[in-house]
Each structure stands twice: as C-alpha cells, then as structure tokens.
C-alpha cells in the first residue's frame, strides 16, 4: 500500500480538489488500538486499486487535523475510521471492523 502520511490542514485542500477528478481516501489509524491495527493491515495485504489516492492519519500524532476532518466533511469522528472523498464531499464512511478495501473500491466506482 502506497500511503500519503496526512498531516496539514493544507491537505485537506488538496484532497477536495483531486476529488474531482480521482477519488480520495482518507485512513483514521489509532496506533495504540488493536482494532485499528487490524483494519490498517487488512488495508496493507489488499491490492492497491488504481485510481484512488489513499491518505494515512495518525489519530495520536494528530487529532485536531482529525477534529477538522470530521468538520470538513460532516462525519462524526470515529477511530479507525474510513473516507471516501468525491467532488469535495465525503461519500461514504465507515469504522472498526466494517473497514474493507472491497466496500471502498465499490464506494469509489459509484456515481
């Protein structure tokens, strides 16, 4: 998996705006939560889809840029938490266990 480590609100910016044109991942890892390293290496063995660029948070290091996600895109945070980023708008997210590349792929294919 080919990560882009999130770490500026300035990010943010550029996220919404690639959305436009690829969809955007964004990976809400807690590195002392065991539910979140299983989600995060689910996401590592699974082949990487073309197409789809894929953000790493790490939920410790940076919490308030969290905070500002949930804000930006209208989610409730949650830990581990996926996004899905389309045309500047968080289409689809989950938590915990129902973290899955597939799920994702098929968010990111749909209109």
Known sequence: M????????????TIK???AENPQVIF?????????SVAYQR????DQPSGI???LLDLLAYRALSN????????HHESPQVLVIKNGECVYDDS???ISMRDIIDQAAMA
């Open 2 to 13: 080919n990560w882009n480590h999130l770490t500026s609100e300035e990010q943010l910016d």
């Open 17 to 19: 705006t690639r959305s």
């Open 28 to 36: 809400k890892h807690s590195t002392r939560c065991s539910i979140s």
């Open 43 to 46: 996401l590592q063995k699974a």
């Open 53 to 55: 660029d894929f953000y």
């Open 68 to 75: 500002k996600i949930a804000e930006t895109f209208g989610v």
């Open 96 to 98: 915990h266990m129902g």
